[in-house]
């Protein structure tokens, strides 16, 4: 479209990157957190902060809660087994009006008080691939156009580069603040290519039977067809029977998956239909071991406790699907490997936020005053710093409103995700109205409400950080204030030097004006 | 100005809905040959899915490289007409 293709793909590079990239922000800062999910869900639910137990609980003292699940009528129940990042035990049915959640005690069974928050399983893992937008699943397909866009943001950002191996050895921090920020823009871009390409393709290949139902329509009756089948869960797709048929012990059903596995422990189990004449117990594999996600689901009839089915080998094909989900979802068990993810994620952000910042510095002097750059300028910091913000308030309304809290009709849970979305409207606003100190402002609130999450959380909890490094099972805890302290020192430091270089910039304006006159 | 921008949108919507389309009728056309040859269906939708996205991501560069806007529109047209032409021969969902 331009002169020639080099040309065509720097516009290409440059405006898709300007439209998309506070989405790609979005997405790829939720990503990178749910890296540590489970350790966010243990500093956001106290309750489940315990020590993991030695020995399994049998699966036979959940029985209160099938049964529970059985008179509610829930069309299926499961219990989600302890792990080395999960030490508490989960069971969740769901009737057709609500799913209903319990952490147990590992120990002693017991369930544990209610926390009343999604956490970031629940709120900022669902935010990573569908932008918490369940309207007509409208969120996946933008995160869906975001990745593409992405995808042409990384070959079209090769293209338009003349020197890729000189890049990966050029910083030049002291240089103008435009060149400091293409180095950086150059440098998290080269040397992360391959994490951006290989985490935005196998999300679009996770989700791939929704974006493009076609080829599922080509051969299959309909999607679910295709779902169950690739996944071994086609014992799933029976009727639903008659009720009254009590569920055989799961613990023998349990003994039976596990010699069939070869002693693998499940990860979890899942009762369909239960109390139905046709209904299946089913246990899933966990892939702690293994990067291939690989369930091998094992179901048994629920009534009478007879094999039904086992999932079939994985095809090649198949296998390879499952490596790239497995690569994407991470749930082997490989801590280094999981901190590389973290950092890696978080290069894809400073990738992300200083291709915006550089658009604009490269344009601030010359439309400095049109609309289109002060949206762009605006959009900019409300969706970096201020979606960064919009996390912190989400963490501090976790630990300050009180057990059972309800607000306009509106449940905890429901309030500490409105806290997250008033911070970022209002991060926007700030954007908008004060573009000249936002970036300053912001990073300084980052570095105030990081540190008042940590404090927060030892008032609250009383496990602050020098109690959290001693003990083992509150690691997790303790890593959370690790990083948040370490951001907040970050992001002083940032602000700081960044109010510096406002200060020089004004004295210089000002002795240019000097002379003038 | 407003030509030109007329012509930005056009090619916008070209390479991501008419992309878009065109990867679809091919895949489905693919996925159902693969069928018809004799591999599983669910290897062929999977594998499917996973070159579908390459496919599209070329058409989509494709577009804007492409200085003649009509020879992409008319590839991308001929795609989906196979495509639905070839879906309406052999049924769906056999």
Known sequence: MKQDFRRSMGWLHTWAGVVLGSILFAIFWMGTLSVFDCEIDLWMKPATRVAPAHTLLPLERFRSSLDEAIAAKASFWNVTFPSDRDAVFHTRYGTRKKMISRDIDPVTGRMLPDSGTLGATEFIFPFHYTLNIELMSLGEWIVGLASMAMLALCITGVIIHRKIFVDFFTFRPHANPRRMLLDLHNISGVLGLPFHIILTFSGLVILGATYFPAGVNAVYPNTRAYFFESNGLSFLSVKHGKPGAPVVSLDEAAMRARSLWGGDDPHLVLVANPGMTTSRIAFFRGSERQVVVDRDVIAFDGSTGQLISRASRLTPIMRAQRFLSGLHLIEFRQWVLRWLYFLLGLGSCVLIATGFLFWLESRRKRQGTQIGFRLVEGIAAGSITGIILATLAFFIANRLLPAGARFCGLERASLEVSAFYLVWLAACVHGWLRPRQVWIVQCAAIGLLASVAVVLNWITTGDHPLRTFFVRYLWPVGGMDALLLTGAALSFLAALYLSRRAGHREVAIRSARGEAI | ?94
Not at chain 2, 29 to 34: G, H, S
Not at chain 2, 47 to 59: A, D, E, H, K
């Open chain 2, 1 to 94: 100005m407003s030509s030109s921008w007329l012509k930005v949108v056009a090619r916008i919507l070209l390479a991501v809905g008419g992309g878009y389309f065109a990867s679809s009728a091919v895949m489905e056309i693919f996925c159902f040959l693969l069928v018809a040859l004799g591999m599983s269906r669910s290897d062929a939708v999977t594998l499917g899915i996973m070159l579908v996205f390459v496919l599209y991501l070329c058409l989509l560069l494709w577009v804007f490289a492409e200085t003649a806007l009509w020879r992409s529109a008319a590839m991308f047209l001929l795609l989906i007409v196979c495509g639905y032409g070839f879906s309406s021969f052999v049924g769906h969902g056999s």
